[in-house]
Structure formats: structure tokens, C-alpha cells
């Protein structure tokens, strides 16, 4: 069993930047793709960005995105997700998820992710 927990959401102006961050507890990082999603209010969870267990990261194509940075501390077991220049579309609830296993590589395919965070809330407003 894995535990996430996402910490880092809040209120934050147009323009400004965030860290999230994903506290993986039950499994060491060298074992886990972790991947960043998020649902926006009446909309479907898009994922953003994932990151390997061999540190290989994919970003989503989608280029309305912005400026995203995914990264790990192995030694906190914690990955983070910052955001830069961010608009009132970034408003949205940020899950983290998991996926356990030795793989070269990440998708963003959400049904692949076995255990999911609880959600932090990131609100974009002046």
C-alpha cells in the first residue's frame, strides 16, 4: 500500500508560481512512477506530468499548459510539482498518483495509477 499526500495549494494571483508537493509514504521513490493530475470544476482530470522510478519524465503535449516543472527528492520520497506564470485556468483541485514497479518510462493515462493523493486545492485569482 502506498500513501500520497499533496500539500502546497492555496490561493495564489495571476502571473504567480506554486510548488506542490507529494509526500509518498509505504514505498521508496525508486519504486514508483509518480504523476501530476488535476480537475478543474465540470471538467475531466488531465494529467500534466510524470516522472518515472528511473527518473524519466513525460510532459503532457498539451502546450495551453504553461510553464511546468516536475522534480524528486529521493530522500524526502517527495516529488514536486511547480508552476510558473499561472492563469485563472490553473484553478483546479492538483491530485498526485502513483503507479508501483521498475519502468523506463511514465505515461499520463490515468486508469494506469494505482493509488491516488487526496488533492490539494490551487485557486488563481487576484
Known amino acids: 500500500q502506498v500513501q500520497l499526500v499533496e500539500s502546497g495549494g492555496g490561493l495564489v494571483q495571476p502571473g504567480g508560481s506554486l510548488r506542490l508537493s507529494c509526500v509518498a509514504s509505504?514505498?521508496?521513490?525508486?519504486?514508483?512512477?509518480i504523476g501530476w493530475f488535476r480537475q478543474a470544476p465540470g471538467k475531466e482530470r488531465e494529467g500534466l506530468v510524470c516522472?518515472?522510478?528511473?527518473?524519466?519524465?513525460?510532459y503532457s503535449e498539451d502546450s495551453s499548459l504553461g510553464l511546468l516543472t516536475i522534480s524528486r527528492d529521493n530522500a524526502k520520497n517527495t516529488v514536486y510539482l511547480r508552476m510558473n506564470n499561472v492563469n485563472v485556468e490553473d484553478s483546479a483541485v492538483y491530485f498526485c498518483?502513483?503507479?508501483?514497479?521498475?519502468?523506463?518510462?511514465?505515461?499520463?493515462?490515468?486508469?494506469?495509477?494505482?493509488?491516488w493523493g487526496q488533492g490539494t486545492q490551487v485557486t488563481v485569482s487576484s
Open positions: 516522472i518515472s522510478d528511473h527518473g524519466v519524465i513525460r
Open positions: 509505504g514505498l521508496s521513490l525508486e519504486y514508483l512512477i
Open positions: 498518483a502513483s503507479l508501483p514497479g521498475r519502468f523506463s518510462s511514465c505515461e499520463l493515462n490515468e486508469t494506469k495509477y494505482k493509488f
